[in-house]
């Protein structure tokens, strides 16, 4: 730690310049390097550690995670979402461990988890900060949920800590492709003008990380902390909303200027108010999508559609999605809905599917 200490002190006081880029991107990894060290050492990987969470089944189709600082109204939003009580208090660390809780929106069961508050130096093990983010990597949707009286910069401090954690908050995985080879040096190549990284950059960064011999592709303009994501590997990349809580204690100024910033959203969790748009932005953020089944000479079952994740799933996603086996067994599938031109359209399993569509398989004999 008092390394880590060193190397940051000697990374701020250092001028931003042309000059000291290269200096600076070589601080930069040695800080990455020796934090994931410390926090394995703490027992299991710091740059994310899965496995270190609490221990709560994950259930449903979906898992959203309340993470804030202590007192902001988690435990109150759990309650008010799901019906699960979770005690409330106006003393800090009321809650001390993950409480689960669940609610069903548009036919799709999402599981919501009260978490405990977290401080700064959360990630660096203080309270019960590590579990916590530990539990954090796992859901899909983080929600940071936040007291409006506070000042901004609480964001700022729970992100740093989740970024110290190898969590991401809305960003994608960078554009661009490492790969280690057993020899024939770097092999640079930038499809896009960088304003970080250049051929000597990377190289010092990979010595620091002991890779000699690797072809680095670049296809958007990557940052140097981006490069050390992808060389420490194991970072998860979640969508966030920021849950501006306790809104009731705002002035009308204030909360049109609040609500202006991108992934907010105005909630008082005591009187329940605007929850119907934090739930609208949650199914937004979770990304799923809806497939009805149906079975041949019958009705599409509406109740209890299949959820599915990814952007894009296709008909082969949907099938494993039901049972492992199902693919093998897949002739093609009947579609309706907004995906196909024709209602039915017969389509194999590359088709992509939408929200709402209406399946139906059609097994080889
Ligand atoms: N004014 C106001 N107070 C609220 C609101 N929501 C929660 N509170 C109060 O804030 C205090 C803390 O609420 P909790 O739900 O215990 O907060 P928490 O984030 O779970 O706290 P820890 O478990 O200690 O981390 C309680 O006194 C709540 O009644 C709200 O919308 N408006
Ligand atoms: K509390
Ligand atoms: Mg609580």
């Known amino acids: 730690m008092a390394k880590i200490n060193e190397l940051e002190a000697e990374y701020n006081r250092t001028q931003k310049n042309k000059a000291t880029m290269k200096h600076l991107c070589l601080l930069k990894a040695k800080i990455a390097k020796l934090r994931r060290e410390v926090l394995d050492g703490g027992k299991s990987g710091g740059g994310g550690g899965a496995g270190e969470g609490f221990d709560v089944n994950k259930s449903g189709d979906t898992r959203v995670g309340l993470v804030g600082f202590p007192s902001v109204g988690k435990s109150t939003l759990l309650t008010k979402l799901t019906g699960t009580f979770s005690e409330a208090a106006s003393y800090e660390f009321t809650t001390l461990t993950a409480i689960p ?17 977290i401080i700064e130096g959360a990630k660096d093990g203080k309270g019960r900060g590590r579990q916590v983010m530990g539990t954090a990597r796992t859901c899909n949707v983080i929600l940071m949920v936040l007291d409006a009286m ?3 910069t609480h964001k700022k401090l729970i992100e740093h800590e989740l970024e110290g954690f190898g969590i991401r908050l809305n960003k994608k995985p960078p554009n661009m492709v490492l790969r280690k080879k057993e020899k024939g040096g770097l092999n640079f190549q930038a499809m896009v003008e960088q304003s970080e990284l250049d051929y000597d950059t990377v190289f010092q960064i990979l010595k620091e990380y002991k890779i000699h011999n690797a072809d680095v592709t670049l296809r958007e303009d990557v940052s140097v902390d981006a490069l050390i994501d992808v060389i420490e590997g194991n970072r998860v990349y979640i969508p966030c909303l920021y849950v501006l809580n306790k809104i009731d204690q705002l002035t009308i100024e204030e909360l049109t200027i609040i609500d202006q910033l991108p992934h907010n959203v105005l909630i008082s969790a005591h009187h329940g108010w605007n ?21 041949k000479g019958r009705l599409p079952d ?7 994740h ?14 492992k086996s199902i693919l093998k067994e897949l002739k093609y599938a009947n579609v309706w809905g907004l ?23 059609v097994k080889r004999i």
């Open 310 to 323: 990814s952007e894009n799933p296709s008909i082969e996603d949907f099938c494993n999605r039901l049972h």
């Open 339 to 361: 995906s196909v031109k024709h209602q039915p359209q017969k389509v194999g399993k590359e088709h992509l599917l939408m929200d709402e569509d209406i399946v139906q398989l």
């Open 302 to 308: 509406y109740d209890a559609p299949v959820i599915l």
């Open 275 to 295: 929850l119907d748009e934090l739930l609208e932005k949650v199914w937004e953020y979770c990304n799923m999508i809806r497939i009805y089944t149906k079975p």
């Open 101 to 117: 809780g669940t609610l069903t929106y548009r036919g799709a069961k999402i599981q919501v988890l009260d978490l405990p508050g």
């Open 150 to 152: 506070k000042p901004a």
